[in-house]
């Protein structure tokens, strides 16, 4: 799944000679958390969040009294500017509408951003946020489930050897539809890991832990 299949197409956005009252105000109307900024040419030039409106004067941040070095500046400039173009945010992290949507959710958590804004040759044609990417799975449909205990119980030992990557992985058995695991494991961690592994095969159903620790002494501290 691409961008253009989950993007929002109809955006609001702002121009950089908008007040940032404004800008505000078309968050709180339209419920969003932050705004493109475009350019009379229509291009992109900035993003506009709540994350650039906490530090305002009207909030009560203090006054500088001292602007002799870059970063008091700058400090000054969105706090007390009246002007968007002074308080955005840039340049603009985009994407175009072939990105898919696992790089995007990979820039949203390593940008630490919410939206970004797609483009097509500079010109903004929608926007895809995190609630947009939930909706994904929100809307997802299981995988079919395999038919009978045997089939399960090579589904599941199919996923364990894939996922874990060791030779040995843990015994499993079904038994009406009961999953039983058995064998040794490393800790506690990967006892988890193993029951989040099987609990996401299709079709797996209860599950009984047989499983031991290998060096139980070593769990006791």
């Not at 609001?12 to 968050?27: E, F, R």
């Not at 500017?81 to 790089?103: G, H, K, L, Y």
């Not at 599941?156 to 990557?165: E, S, V």
Request: with cysteine; proline share 5%; hydrophobic share 40%.
């Amino acid at each position: 799944m691409k961008a253009k299949d989950v993007m929002s197409p109809h955006v609001v956005t702002l121009s950089p000679g908008n007040s940032v009252a404004h800008a505000a105000q078309i968050m709180l109307d339209n419920s969003v958390s932050g705004l493109p900024v475009i350019d009379n040419d229509g291009e992109l030039v900035g993003v506009v969040t709540e994350g650039d409106l906490v530090n305002r004067m009207e909030l009560g941040h203090p006054a500088a009294d001292d602007l002799s070095t870059p970063e008091a500046t700058d400090d000054f400039i969105k706090s007390h500017s009246w002007r968007v173009a002074d308080i955005m945010s840039q340049p603009v992290v985009t994407v175009n509408e072939e990105t898919t949507v696992e790089e995007i959710a990979s820039i949203f958590s390593s940008r630490k951003i919410k939206r970004v804004p797609v483009t097509r040759e500079g010109q903004l044609v929608g926007m895809v946020s995190r609630s947009d990417l939930l909706g994904i799975i929100a809307r997802s449909k299981p995988s079919p489930i395999a038919d009978g205990d045997e089939a399960l119980c090579r589904s599941i030992a199919a996923r364990l050897r894939t996922i874990l990557h060791v030779s040995i992985s843990p015994t499993v058995t079904v038994v009406d539809g009961t999953v039983h695991l058995g064998g040794t494991i490393r800790d506690e961690n990967e006892r988890r890991a193993i029951r989040v592994i099987v609990d996401g095969v299709p079709g797996a159903g209860r599950i009984q832990d047989h499983m031991r620790l290998d060096k139980p002494e070593l769990a006791q501290g």
